[in-house]
């Protein structure tokens, strides 16, 4: 018989016996894979302050126009900035004073950005903060936007980075993401509101309210069977995605394909003429694919590509 026993955060002892080899390689296995963070990572609940929810895309990268439905900005001497921000959350029933604090995004250099002196963050409320790479020697210390915002001299990267909070000693870590992954455009990233307090991608975006659930997943991105590029034959081609039951939609007008817009993939595209095509995958409860565009083009084409059909006038197409 094996058993394995721990020590949970009350101090409690907790045994588990097996009686054969298997289960309880099967249980070290998930605890070492838990360890590498492959598991939901959760703030420590002792902690008084945490990065309750952050955008590290401020922006739709897949689509500028029209203005986003989530269009959350400041100002800059009477200009908007879509930075990227940080929100704080005070867990305590007591207000925090917050001088002294940091932000960071490097862990050889905890006190990368300080919060000055006056600032403080009610019980239980929230606290915004731009990451908008103001660098002291050209903007000051501390920079404050046009709206009263505070603004840090580094911005969070799009790709995945340490991110952390440090207590006024300048060691005390009080709520890190070791290390979050890549992000997407106009979604959060952050701590589920529940009593799981699990981090991830946020199903809605709630600059100082209440977060979100997050998703289950991500959706994988479209695999195309033909590159974009030139091409003098008609083809078919053939679009997948490896998420199990993820659904695969796609346009030919430029528009942005989503979960109730554009034509469901079901058999190959006949692609015979110039085509732009736009394309995602969706799965209910996940965080859809990224939006991919292919652009395919017959040379035989191109001539006619600005020639009204009805007239023969050259014209800008729209």
């Not at 439905?69 to 930075?83: C, L, S």
């Not at 919060?115 to 990451?131: C, E, K, M, N, Q």
């Not at 799981?196 to 659930?213: A, C, F, I």
């Not at 991919?292 to 050259?314: E, I, R």
């Amino acid at each position: 018989m094996m058993v394995i026993s721990w020590f949970n955060r009350e101090g409690v002892m907790n045994m588990v016996h097996f009686s054969s080899k298997w289960p309880f390689l099967i249980v070290i296995l998930c605890l070492l894979l838990s360890g590498l963070g492959f598991g939901a990572e959760a703030p420590d609940p002792g902690a008084i302050l945490v990065i309750h929810e952050f955008m590290a895309v401020n922006s739709n990268l897949t689509d500028v126009r029209p203005t986003p439905v989530v269009n959350i900005y400041t100002e800059v001497d009477g200009e908007r900035e879509y930075a990227d921000w940080i929100e704080l959350k005070n867990r305590t029933t007591h207000t925090i004073d917050l001088g002294g604090w940091s932000l960071t995004d490097n862990p050889n250099n905890l006190v990368k950005w300080s919060f000055p002196t006056g600032i403080s963050i009610a019980a239980g409320d929230y606290l915004i903060v731009y990451a908008s790479n103001k660098d002291a020697d050209k903007y000051g210390y501390p920079f404050v936007d046009d709206l009263g915002h505070l603004h840090t001299n580094f911005e969070l990267s799009i790709n995945g980075e340490f991110l952390a909070l440090v207590r006024p000693d300048g060691h005390t870590i009080e709520h890190a993401y070791d290390t979050y992954p890549r992000q997407r455009g106009l979604v959060s990233y952050g701590i589920t509101a529940n009593a799981s307090q699990q981090t991830g991608y946020l199903v809605g975006v709630t600059p100082g309210m209440v977060n979100t659930d997050i998703y289950e997943g991500l959706v994988d991105e479209v695999h195309f069977s033909m590159p974009h590029g030139f091409y003098d034959q008609a083809f078919s081609l053939v679009l997948s995605c490896v998420t199990p039951d993820a659904e695969i939609r796609y346009t030919t007008d430029s528009s942005m394909p989503t979960q109730t817009h554009g034509a469901v993939f079901t058999y190959p595209i006949p692609i015979n003429a110039t085509t732009c095509l736009r394309v995602a995958a969706f799965k209910s409860g996940y965080l859809s694919s990224m939006i991919q565009t292919q652009t395919y083009l017959f040379l035989d084409n191109v001539p006619g590509q600005a020639t009204n059909p009805s007239n023969g006038n050259q014209v800008t197409p729209d």
